[in-house]
């Protein structure tokens, strides 16, 4: 499997995004809100991948896995971390977790943070298999209860 950084040479983005859907399919009719991956077009990832930096897993031609990765004070944070169905539980967004952790070293920064919806309790078992650990609840607007959870992983 091969790994590829996101960048104006990228042309795929009709299949970035039908990555990302089938990855996050999933949660449809489990997380409310719905997923903000919904609102994502080909355009918008390619003006994601421009202002944040982005990896790509390729394997046999295909698009296998994605992550989006966001310089923030004291943080990189991680979103839109997406494999596809068939390649889940292989390992794949370890190793796009392990670029992360790269980027944010190469940055200095010295943790890295995500947000997980709240009722994806396995998506918040694995992340802390990952080293990550809750450090905040957070509520979408218009909403009185907790929706989504914040995660952070401090590096060695």
């Known amino acids: 499997m091969e790994t590829i950084r ?6 795929r983005f009709d299949e970035l995004l039908a990555l ?3 990855s996050f399919a999933y949660m449809d009719g489990v997380i409310d809100p719905p997923s903000s991956a919904h609102l994502l077009t080909p355009a918008s990832l390619a003006e994601k991948a421009k202002a944040e930096t982005a990896f790509a897993a390729i394997e046999n031609g295909g698009l296998a896995g994605c992550v989006f990765l966001r310089p923030e004070p004291g943080f990189l944070y991680i979103g839109k971390l997406a494999v ?9 967004g370890r190793r796009l977790l392990t670029i992360a ?10 943790a ?4 997980a919806r709240i009722e994806l309790a396995g998506n918040h078992a694995t992340f802390a298999r990952w080293g990550f650990s809750r450090t905040a609840e957070k509520s979408h607007p218009g909403f009185a209860r907790t929706t989504s959870i914040e995660m952070q992983k401090r590096l060695a």
């Open 101 to 110: 952790e790269d980027v944010a070293r190469e940055r200095g920064l010295p």
């Open 6 to 11: 996101i960048d104006e040479n990228f042309s």
């Open 84 to 92: 596809a169905p068939d390649h889940q539980g292989k390992g794949l």
């Open 20 to 22: 990302i859907l089938a």
């Open 112 to 115: 890295l943070r995500l947000e």
